[in-house]
């Protein structure tokens, strides 16, 4: 948990419960795994953190099919990372067109 009136990196909102947790762009683990240093931490709010680690779960796989092989095959932790990062970005910016929308309508 952070402090009363942090914003959310995310969306905006503003908590005065301090409701606004610390959330690292690659997950620690993945990072230890790596032998990488922890990623970047920010602010998220309670559901884009929930939205944003369902969103991953669906983004982001550790294996990739191989063409060459016609297999499957175990991702790299590079490739992992990658796919992380991608996949941030990509929340990122379906938060902003939704909220753009929701602007719009309003």
């Known amino acids: 948990m952070k402090d ?3 914003a959310c990196a995310v969306c905006g909102y503003v ?3 301090g409701v606004v947790v610390q959330h690292h762009l690659i997950p620690k ?3 230890r795994e790596a032998g990488m240093p922890e990623s970047a931490a920010m602010n998220l709010c309670c559901n884009c953190h929930y ?3 369902s ?4 983004k982001v796989s ?5 063409p060459k092989i ?4 175990g991702k790299s932790w590079d490739e992992v990372v ?3 990062e991608s996949a941030f970005n990509s929340f990122k910016k379906y938060k902003h067109e939704q909220r753009r929308v929701v602007s719009k309508r309003g």
């Open 4 to 6: 009363r009136g942090e």
């Open 15 to 17: 908590s005065n419960l």
């Open 29 to 31: 683990g993945v990072t």
């Open 51 to 53: 939205e944003l680690n």
């Open 55 to 58: 969103w991953y779960e669906v």
């Open 62 to 66: 550790d294996v990739a099919y191989d």
């Open 70 to 73: 016609r297999r499957f095959r």
């Open 82 to 84: 990658k796919d992380y």
